[in-house]
């Protein structure tokens, strides 16, 4: 009996490895049909009606924690974000969360518009935070993590208690206290047409014109040499993001070798005297794994800015400052790198010693 068994297990084996690797029959010798656990891996969506939703709860007290830890640092201790980042909190009111109706989403004078003014389902929030952030590790919060965070979203912006504990049980309630939530419409040409209520009408209408085109100017300029710099690095003062980029002022404008010329406007070669990368050794692994315990890397990378400066230009700037950079760490602040602030971190000494450390003797990769 137990041969036939082991017989009949083998063979139901071979049968799933045949069906998980056999090719797509609508496209010939074109991959293969994705196994169960391939498709749960993608298949995270959140629906409007909560399907999908993973089973879990967190609190909003734990969620301070994480939004400390993960989100203050793009998005303001407050929600109240930095420069590049738009607020997250702010313009709704007790009234809103009666109506759900954000009443100063209709008043022009009010100077914007954040994202509980706006979002009008508590499924779009838990969908987008738990594909999306933190933005730079996504999807790396934890179940408990994910309904704590947006519990404490939801508790700067009046909506939920500081004692509450956001669940799968509990978001159909949460979502009739949403600010907006009764601020959709269909009265629009978009999804959904007219049989679900939409006016099928464009809400833009024009006709193409193609008769006395006024021709494309083209562009160029440059700074001159004893103009550069004048007020301080133009890269370092422009945002991250969109399509304007300051060009990078502290460094003279590159010239062509040949001719005198300028090859590059507004751009330079990197610096000759950048510290050369120092060995990897031990300590430098041991110092990335905890960057990754304390999520400094949700706000700094090796080589470029992202949110904060780069290990490389902290590590050139503070050579051998060991105690000065523990202090930082731990105490925080803004002014040193630009007006984004860094929150104090709570990590203990020991590490906090061990980071700057590695910061102070060149930052070596492993």
């Avoid at 400390?68 to 702010?90: M, R």
Wanted: net charge positive.
């Amino acid at each position: 009996m137990s041969s036939f068994r082991n017989l009949l297990t083998g063979f139901m084996l071979l049968a799933l490895a045949g069906g998980a690797t056999a090719q797509r029959t609508d496209f010939p010798g074109i991959g293969r049909t994705a196994t169960p656990k391939e498709i749960a891996a993608w298949d995270i969506d959140i629906r409007p009606d909560f399907a999908g939703l993973p089973k879990g709860a967190g609190s909003v007290a734990k969620g301070q924690d994480v939004w400390e830890g993960k989100c203050a640092s793009c998005h303001g201790v407050f929600g109240e974000s930095n420069e590049v980042f738009s607020p997250l909190v702010g313009g709704t009111t007790a009234e809103d969360i009666k109506t759900g109706r954000v009443s100063r989403l209709n008043d022009p004078s009010f100077p914007g518009r954040t994202t509980l003014m706006k979002v009008s389902n508590l499924s779009t929030l838990l969908d987008y935070i738990n594909r999306a952030m933190p933005w730079t590790q996504p999807k790396s919060l934890s179940v408990e993590e994910l309904y704590s965070v947006t519990a404490y979203l939801l508790n700067m912006g009046g909506v939920l208690p500081d004692n509450f504990t956001l669940s799968d049980q509990n978001v159909a309630e949460v979502q009739k206290l949403m600010p907006n939530r009764n601020g959709k419409t269909t009265a629009h040409a978009l999804w959904p047409g007219k049989e679900f209520g939409g006016t099928g009408k464009p809400d833009v209408q024009g006709t193409n014109c193609m008769k006395n085109c006024v021709a494309e100017p083209k562009l160029a300029s440059f700074l001159p040499d004893f103009a550069r710099n004048a007020h301080g690095n133009l890269a370092e003062q422009n945002r991250l993001v969109g399509a304007q980029h300051g060009a990078n002022t502290a460094n003279p404008e590159a010239k062509s070798s040949v001719s005198g010329q300028r090859t590059v406007v507004g751009l330079a070669p990197k610096e000759s005297g950048s510290p050369a990368k120092s060995e990897a050794s031990p300590e430098a692994k041991a110092v990335q794994t905890l960057l990754q315990k304390h999520s400094c890397t949700a706000c700094h990378a090796p080589a470029q800015k992202l949110v904060g400066p780069s290990w490389q230009d902290i590590a050139k700037r503070h050579s051998g400052k060991t105690d000065y950079l523990v202090t930082k760490i731990r105490s925080g602040g803004s002014g040193v790198w630009g007006a984004v602030p860094m929150p104090p971190q709570g990590l203990p000494e020991a590490d906090a010693k061990a980071i700057a450390n590695w910061l102070a003797t060149g930052a070596a990769r492993p």
